[in-house]
């Protein structure tokens, strides 16, 4: 344990001292015992009927469900009620901490917090009087790591700078959903070997997000400024709200997306309401326009990457504008555009029988698979004109960027040859697969285009000069 953060858990400790109330130990202990009281009551009160509860075996299945059940409602009792310190005040922020003290600090606040053990002490308690010491443990630490795993991604949301942290905070989120909840629901087919497989899920979890909110801006910064992510104008506006600003100025932009946006949503959902071809064209029943209905308006514009940029280029590259990080902010907003069209799809699983598993296998293989590859495009696009019309426009187009277009009839193959010839769940495993594949490599793959890009970047900026 390093001298910093000694120092902030003795401040803290001193303060939980200072802050102490009796009033807070005795309605916790007032409400603790109204629900012990409940339980002691309802177990005396069954205890006839509890001889004809299955076998133990059957009942530990349902562990890893009862620990994920709590899952929303613990989330949205935290978001209303829940306040920790997610960043320092101003005495620490004048002691040499580093972002990893603090980080640790919040995780053990955050660990000892009584709002994370609530839910998981009721459900123990509540075991204990049917399951035996072993199943009684597991529920236990099943219940707090879920638990856990919510209040660490409050404490990244509170933190995050701006949409370029949060947008990527809530598609894991969700992700992590879909995975704990697929889990969960396999431990009754596989026993108690899904509780470990939970357990290790969230755990990992856990880790990732401690690790994103160490690696969020903080005040230990370094002494030379960094380029601001800030444009101040007529207000303050985020370098990722300039994304969805030069969409919406440019005509042409605005209307092909918009269109295209329109055109493939209702195509989805009519051919989704279209059971009969469906079965003719998928054996699963997978929607055929469901990729291109959540990937395709990204598509559109990632096919540009730096068409809009090069029209400022000569004021921008003389700046320490990375292009590496251009790069990775407009992945991130194709990423977000694929799950905004993913969400829009969503009625299709809750009314209209869509395959959950395939609408989350398309949306992870639609950003990782299908749009990562356009991101090389900044190497041959052209300088687009911002204000020209869309309507058969080929302005900006050129033979290395037509032929590039054609890498999107690979993952296209891929996806229908994988739905129309592999059973259900090998063919989700596969696309699925393929797509967490190309997010987990999406950084190393964005460095390579950006070293690829600075050696040809005064061929590329005098093209951009005489168009």
Known sequence: MTVALREILRLWLRQKRHDFHWQDIFMTVYFG??????????????????????????????????????????????????RSP???????????????????????????????????????????????????????LLTFSVSLTNALFQNCWRRAPGNEWTLPLVFGYLVWMGIAWAVALSAFFFGYASSVALLVVNAA????????FTR?????????????????????????????????RSKRLRVSFFLIVAIFLLNTYLQQMSFNTIEKDFSLGVNPMLLFGIAFPSIILAQWVLGIEANFFSGIWTKPWPVEG????????????????????????????????????????????????????????????????????????????????????????IYFAAYFLLPGWQAHLLIGGLGVLGLALHRPYIHWIANVWHRRRYKIMERWLKE
């Open 33 to 82: 015992g109204i629900y012990i009281a409940v339980v002691i009551g309802l177990y005396a009160g069954f205890r006839d009927q509890l001889t004809d509860l299955p076998q133990v075996s059957k009942l530990v299945m349902g562990i890893p469900v009862v620990a994920m059940s709590i899952q929303l409602g613990d989330l949205m009792m935290k978001l209303f009620w829940r």
């Open 86 to 140: 997610v960043e320092m005040d101003d005495y620490l922020r004048t002691r040499p901490v580093a972002p990893g003290d603090w980080s640790l600090f919040v995780l053990i606040e955050t660990s000892q917090s009584i709002m994370q053990w609530m839910f998981a002490l009721m459900i123990a308690f509540a075991a204990a009087f049917v399951l035996p010491w072993w199943a009684v443990l597991t529920a236990l």
């Open 205 to 212: 979890v856990c880790y990732v997000l401690h690790r994103y």
């Open 216 to 248: 969020m801006k903080n005040h230990n910064e370094e002494m030379h400024a960094p380029v601001s992510t800030k444009v101040h104008s007529f207000g303050e506006a985020s370098l990722w709200s300039i994304e969805w600003v030069q969409v919406l």
């Open 326 to 413: 251009i790069l990775q902010r407009k992945f991130l907003f194709f990423c977000a555009i694929c799950g905004m069209m993913a969400l829009l799809i969503l009625p299709c699983v809750f009314w209209m029988n869509m395959s959950i598993w395939a609408w989350l296998a398309s949306l992870t293989f639609g950003c990782g698979f299908f749009v990562l590859p356009f991101m090389a495009s900044c190497l041959f696009s052209s300088r687009m004109d911002l204000f020209a019309s869309a309507f058969f426009n080929y302005q900006g187009g050129n033979k290395q960027l037509s032929a590039f277009s054609f890498i999107m009839f690979i993952p296209m193959g």
